[in-house]
């Protein structure tokens, strides 16, 4: 059984550049999320695709981000103009749809020197 | 404003023991919830959910109990082992009755420790 796999494990960049990261979620799940988590908190909701549909945003999510899912299977989540707040661990969760559990990849650590 | 909060940062317990983790909410529109538990590195790892329209949900040592007019559910490990040892989270969702499915909400988590 393959779960959610993410590329980069690691990443570290300098403020200002941009930096792109990609989920690959469980093949038959058509529902994908990002989240971002930092320390001492819980993961927080970024965004979320059904299919290739980019259904719901969060406020977290500003307009230097964005997220793809150009044909309903791997997903791209973009930074741009990187800010020392953006360090985190950013997250990717698929599930099958309604009622059903979401489950993760292990994440990409952003490091912004 | 948190909306899901889990107040205890750690818990200890002894091997064996039942592990009782807890829970509380404040979004009524939260209808479906589950527990993670995340080792160092990793990312999240589902455990167990509940719907609104069940008060208990069981699967081998994990229980979970939804009490919704109190807005609280709990996470029972019985019995508790060494590698239960991780840090726990809560998560709701408000997606079911909304007709889609939401991002989860998650609390700050609980560092449980399992004590031989």
Known sequence: ?113 | DQQVKQNSPSLSVQEGRISILNCDYTNSMFDYFLWYKKYPAEGPTFLISISSIKDKNEDGRFTVFLNKSAKHLSLHIVPSQPGDSAVYFCAASAGVSGGGADGLTFGKGTHLIIQP
Request: aromatic content about 10%; hydrophobic content about 25%; glycine content about 8%.
């Open chain 1, 1 to 113: 059984d393959t779960g959610v796999s993410q590329n980069p494990r690691h990443k570290i960049t300098k403020r200002g550049q941009n930096v792109t990261f990609r989920c690959d979620p469980i093949s038959e799940h058509n529902r994908l999320y990002w989240y971002r988590q930092t320390l001492g908190q819980g993961p927080e909701f970024l965004t979320y695709f059904q299919n290739e549909a980019q259904l719901e945003k969060s406020r977290l999510l500003s307009d230097r981000f964005s997220a793809e899912r150009p044909k309903g299977s791997f997903s791209t989540l973009e930074i741009q103009r990187t800010e020392q707040g953006d360090s985190a661990m950013y997250l990717c969760a698929s599930s099958l749809g309604q009622f059903s559990p979401q489950h993760f990849g292990d994440g990409t650590r952003l490091s912004i020197l």
